[in-house]
């Protein structure tokens, strides 16, 4: 929780200063744009209930790309998609994260009136959603599971426009995920245990630090 007091504590500063020097510049950010994106995930979903284990770290590396629509200076519609996976080559994961966001630009003179450059804080929000293949209890017959959570999403960052078509960003972003109970049937010593919780759910926020580079068209 503190980190979300964290994160909206950013979102409210940007919200005011970029209003009370707002000096939108027509048409210098308008149009699609497509960037790559890397940093952390963060996926603390993953610890098996039962056998008390994680099968990777809190928090771990991710790729992935962003596809979207400046409608106007100062608005875009976005669809971005992450990848990740542990480095536990014998518990191997693979979560795949998207969210579809609208995001805000706060374009202010000071920051806009650079010879080739425009510097431009931004917010954003919109639904997210996890899909993860995580590795079944050893003691069943399924080797992997599918996990599933979704939830509104948020974010604030700051975009670097260069020459126009070059764009580069820096972005913090909590997903508040829902997720569900996951279960398994179990063979421990002969015995069989149905409907064991392997991996619990319920309201999980997780977090990303991401750096973006692409083209601003």
């Not at 890397?38 to 992935?64: C, H, R, S, V, W």
């Not at 106007?72 to 669809?79: C, F, G, K, M, T």
């Not at 693979?94 to 917010?123: E, Q, W």
């Amino acid at each position: 929780m503190k980190r979300l007091f964290i994160l909206s504590s950013i979102i409210t500063v940007l919200l005011f200063g970029g209003l009370a020097s707002a000096r939108p510049l027509k048409g210098f950010n308008t149009g699609p744009f497509l960037y790559l994106e890397t940093g952390i995930m963060q996926i603390d979903f993953d610890k098996d209930q039962y056998n008390n284990t994680n099968n990777g770290d809190d928090f771990e590396p991710a790729l992935g790309m962003i596809f979207g629509w400046n409608i106007r200076d100062w608005i875009s519609a976005e669809l971005q998609g992450l990848y990740t996976t542990n480095s536990n080559n014998d518990r191997r994961e693979h979560i795949v994260g998207a969210s579809l966001c609208s995001r805000y630009f706060f374009i202010t003179n000071a920051l806009t009136d650079i010879k080739n450059l425009k510097i431009m804080p931004t917010v954003k929000g919109g639904m997210a959603f996890r899909i993860s293949s995580l590795p079944g209890n050893v003691n069943s017959t399924d080797s992997a599971v599918t996990s599933f959570g979704w939830g509104p999403t948020f974010g604030c960052g700051i975009n670097f426009l260069i020459y126009k078509y070059l764009s580069i960003g820096l972005e913090v972003q909590e997903d508040l995920l829902f997720f569900d109970d996951i279960r398994q049937s179990l063979t421990v010593n002969g015995a069989s245990l149905p409907n064991t919780l392997i991996y619990k759910g319920g309201f999980k926020p997780q977090f990303l630090g991401l750096f973006s580079i692409g083209v601003h068209y």
